[in-house]
């Protein structure tokens, strides 16, 4: 089985421009959650997606948005960039295993280099 | 306010050695506890501990979760330089169901 893919893995923008980063989640997967990690706050929670509706949302301003799409894809949108949102922003997909717990599983990352 | 703590937060030791990681909590209707691995790329899941399943092993891999003192740790026998990486434990609470991150142990394994 393919794992998590996001794309792109490296971008650079400029304060005021607008990202839009893709995450693929692992076949048969429904639930998408993405995570800004910086050196100096670790790994925090956006945002999570299941059957494309919001399920759960961190404490970021709402210039952090997201979406998925019917086939679990999901995408999340920064407008108006500022160079504290540069960071390694990664995806995740759960898999409901026996019990009825959900285990996330890491995509690659991209990597945002807000100048 | 939900939080995870994870001690220390950076640790040196020389292969062969054994480590212990520790992950303590603080989160409202705890559902299960997560240890992941992290190099230079995104984290590999290692563990979830649940009420169901409070004690975990794989190799020199080993996990035991304590939900009375709200605690877990991770335990690496025999360590080698591939070992080195961030440890990072997450919980997730079933009021929210999003995982909350610790700030992770950063474990460098020396020849």
Request: net charge positive.
């Amino acid at each position: 089985k393919a794992g998590v893919t996001q794309t792109p893995r490296y971008l650079i923008k400029t304060r005021g421009q607008q990202v839009t980063l893709s995450c693929s989640p692992i076949s048969g997967h429904r639930s998408v959650s993405w995570y800004q990690q910086t050196p100096g706050q670790g790994l925090q929670f956006l945002f999570e997606y299941f059957s494309e509706t919001q399920r759960n949302k961190g404490n970021f301003p709402g210039r952090f948005s997201g979406r998925q799409f019917s086939n679990s894809r999901s995408e999340m949108n920064v407008s108006t960039l500022e160079l504290g949102d540069s960071a390694l922003y990664l995806c995740a997909s759960s898999a409901l295993s026996s019990g009825g717990q959900e285990t996330q599983y890491f995509g690659p990352g991209t990597r945002l280099l807000v100048l | 306010e939900d939080k995870v703590v994870q001690s220390p937060l950076s640790l040196v030791v020389h292969e062969g050695d054994t480590v212990t990681l520790n992950c303590s909590y603080e989160v409202t209707n705890f559902r299960s506890l997560l240890w992941y691995k992290q190099e230079k790329k995104a984290p590999t899941f290692l563990f979830m501990l649940t009420s169901s399943g409070i004690e975990k092993k794989s190799g020199r891999l080993s996990s035991i979760l304590d939900k009375k003192e709200l605690f877990s740790i991770l335990n690496i026998t025999a360590t080698q330089t591939g070992d080195s990486a961030v440890y990072l434990c997450a919980v997730r609470g079933s009021n929210t169901g999003k995982l909350i991150f610790g700030q992770g142990t950063t474990l460098q394994v020396k020849p």
